[in-house]
T-cell receptor
Framework: AQSVTQLGSHVSVSEGALVLLRCNYS??????LFWYVQYPNQGLQLLLK??????LVKGINGFEAEFKKSETSFHLTKPSAHMSDAAEYFC??????????????FGTGTLLAVQP | ETGVTQSPTHLIKTRGQQVTLRCSSQ?????VSWYQQALGQGPQFIFQ???????GRGNFPPRFSGLQFPNYSSELNVNALELDDSALYLC?????????????FGPGTRLTVT
């Protein structure tokens, strides 16, 4: 069975500082991994995804993540935080179910605060 | 290209009542998944519909049911509402067989049960 653990329910950084949001996964099969962002009172927006191939993936808004199989990690980073990055971030793994269903299993989320 | 839409945006129901939530898929998508996001938690998979049939279900009781229509839109029905059903309900559409496995989410319906 697949699962996702996000370390740190709240992360606070200063504007311009490095953003690092941690995600570890458990999967018995090669995982497909995702990061989503959720702004207040909104749905989820896909930031980036890893399926196969290059382990460093780049997403929208300057975010990137690196798939490290040996560490079962998929941490999200951004070199310089912007005030508009303040939101909740969810890491997710795609689990096959009944042969074809690609349900997503989410972590509990990390709320990112950006201080001026 | 039209994104995923959901209606209504908010609603308030009383314990024991029934509710129907609606979702329109993104153009070109043939699969709809529903998720429940309780306050302060990550979304939890309820079920998925493909070709108008349920194609996978999470750990939710039978009073959670759904439909998918020929135009790929979908409904989530919840009977005998309980206080713990208060949550944001998210619909996501995707294209089965797509190599990207991406799911595109709607803005959600906020359900409050009193």
């Amino acid at each position: 069975a697949q699962s996702v653990t996000q370390l740190g329910s709240h992360v606070s950084v200063s504007e311009g500082a490095l953003v690092l949001l941690r995600c570890n996964y458990s999967s018995s099969v090669p995982p497909y991994l995702f990061w989503y962002v959720q702004y207040p009172n909104q749905g989820l927006q896909l930031l980036l995804k890893y399926t196969t191939g290059a382990t460093l993936v780049k997403g929208i808004n300057g975010f990137e993540a690196e798939f490290k199989k040996s560490e079962t990690s998929f941490h999200l980073t951004k070199p310089s935080a912007h005030m508009s990055d303040a939101a909740e971030y969810f890491c997710a793994v795609s689990a096959t179910y009944g042969g074809a269903t690609n349900k997503l299993i989410f972590g509990t989320g990390t709320l990112l605060a950006v201080q001026p | 290209e039209t994104g995923v839409t959901q209606s209504p945006t908010h609603l308030i129901k009383t314990r024991g009542q029934q509710v129907t939530l609606r979702c329109s898929s993104q153009s070109g998508h043939n699969t709809v998944s529903w998720y429940q996001q309780a306050l302060g938690q990550g979304p939890q998979f309820i079920f998925q519909y493909y070709r108008e049939e349920e194609n996978g279900r999470g750990n939710f009781p039978p009073r959670f049911s759904g439909l998918q229509f020929p135009n790929y839109s979908s409904e989530l029905n919840v009977n005998a509402l309980e206080l713990d059903d208060s949550a944001l309900y998210l619909c996501a559409s995707s294209l089965r067989g797509s190599v990207s496995y991406e799911q595109y989410f709607g803005p959600g319906t906020r359900l409050t049960v009193t």
